[in-house]
């Protein structure tokens, strides 16, 4: 049973493209978020949501909309992608804010 | 504001000896720190974390990590280093009561048989 699932693993496209990411957790959570890790492997916090309700929004393009349709689920649509979104995207939840966050595996995006 | 320096990028050890991975953190209230690993092509685990209890933190896998107020750190160790230890190692802080989570740069340990 995966705690925190993440669709597509893999995501290839092309350049001016909107793209989906889709992230569920079955732990009863109340908090989660999004996480890009670029090529040299850092991490950064881009999205948090708490009961449905946004309460992190790093200086993120408008071009990333997160959507929490409730407290399972929180999925991360992006416009017009470009060069320099190619990363691998991670979900996360906490049981609340401030609690240890558990990671989902990831999303590899690549946009040629 | 928090933030975290992890010193060396990369740090390679024999198997059976120890290992040392370093964290400095800076933080303008009480830190919450942890460290997750994260193995080739899947998402990160937590290993530990100091939630403001005893400052020895034991992990999963052997780890431990001593939170030192005074020099401000958070070192990772394990007396015995094993083949299955190869991954990145990442350093995190976040403020009291924050949910946000500021990761350091990550240190790749490899092990050397």
Known sequence: DTAVSQTPKYLVTQMGNDKSIKCEQNLGHDTMYWYKQDSKKFLKIMFSYNNKELIINETVPNRFSPKSPDKAHLNLHINSLELGDSAVYFCASSLRAAETQYFGPGTRLLVL | ?113
């Not at chain 2, 403001?52 to 005074?70: Q, Y």
């Open chain 2, 1 to 113: 504001a928090q933030s975290v320096t992890q010193l060396g990028s990369h740090v390679s050890v024999s198997e059976g000896a120890l290992v040392l991975l370093r964290c400095n953190y800076s933080s303008s209230v009480p830190p919450y720190l942890f460290w997750y690993v994260q193995y080739p092509n899947q998402g990160l685990q937590l290993l530990l974390k100091y939630t403001s209890a005893a400052t020895l933190v034991k992990g999963i896998n052997g780890f431990e990590a001593e939170f030192k107020k005074s020099e401000t750190s958070f070192h990772l160790t394990k007396p015995s280093a094993h083949m299955s230890d190869a991954a990145e190692y990442f350093c995190a802080v976040s403020a009291f009561g924050n949910e946000k989570l500021t990761f350091g740069t990550g240190t790749r340990l490899t092990i050397i048989p």
